[in-house]
T-cell receptor
Framework: ELKVEQNPLFLSMQEGKNYTIYCNYS?????LYWYRQDPGKSLESLFV?????AVKQEGRLMASLDTKARLSTLHITAAVHDLSATYFC??????????FGTGTSLTVIP | ETGVTQSPTHLIKTRGQQVTLRCSSQ?????VSWYQQALGQGPQFIFQ???????GRGNFPPRFSGLQFPNYSSELNVNALELDDSALYLC?????????????FGPGTRLTVT
């Protein structure tokens, strides 16, 4: 059974601090996606990682992919309140079916 | 460029009833995928439609069915509703031929089954 696990499930961090969210998956996938979801809202695409070693940055967020380790990270730099949301990773091992992770609920405290 | 739209926004149904949810894909996209997101969980893939045919299905029973129309819009139909069908239903559109296969999600339909 394919598993996509995120770590931690809940994260409370102070403004200005750095932290990393981890996404481990149990099968091969050459693509990985990161999404953000605000409470009661839909999913917003953050990053699409298409190859081993891919690194992408947007503002205070940076995502990376290690397909050999089946691991992706989402690094948060100098967190601000606006980053409070739930973050999901998703893999597509075959065809077109997206498998989403368990989600990481991030709360940034002033 | 028009984004992905879904209707209705909210819906309350009774157990055993049937429901139809609608999705209009983003301009230029030819593929629609449907997801079920229960409270506190990640989205679960229901199925995908490409060129008006089902192109992949997740672990959902046959009472979940769908359609895609020539304009690439789509419907999700659920028969014999159960309490566990209460969830946020998301559709996502994409262009099948693009390698990144990035999906753009609609705002969702919140279904409550009582």
């Amino acid at each position: 059974e394919l598993k996509v696990e995120q770590n931690p499930l809940f994260l409370s961090m102070q403004e200005g601090k750095n932290y990393t969210i981890y996404c481990n998956y149990s099968t091969t996938s050459d693509r990985l996606y990161w999404y953000r979801q605000d409470p009661g809202k839909s999913l917003e695409s953050l990053f699409v990682l298409l190859s081993n070693g891919a690194v992408k940055q947007e503002g205070r967020l940076m995502a990376s992919l290690d397909t050999k380790a089946r691991l992706s990270t989402l690094h948060i730099t100098a967190a601000v309140h606006d980053l409070s949301a739930t973050y999901f990773c998703a893999v597509v091992p075959t065809g077109n079916q997206f498998y989403f992770g368990t989600g990481t609920s991030l709360t940034v405290i002033p | 460029e028009t984004g992905v739209t879904q209707s209705p926004t909210h819906l309350i149904k009774t157990r055993g009833q049937q429901v139809t949810l609608r999705c209009s894909s983003q301009s230029g996209h030819n593929t629609v995928s449907w997801y079920q997101q229960a409270l506190g969980q990640g989205p679960q893939f229901i199925f995908q439609y490409y060129r008006e045919e089902e192109n992949g299905r997740g672990n959902f029973p046959p009472r979940f069915s769908g359609l895609q129309f020539p304009n690439y819009s789509s419907e999700l139909n659920v028969n014999a509703l159960e309490l566990d069908d209460s969830a946020l239903y998301l559709c996502a559109s994409s262009r099948f031929e693009v390698r990144s296969y990035e999906q753009y999600f609609g705002p969702g339909t919140r279904l409550t089954v009582t």
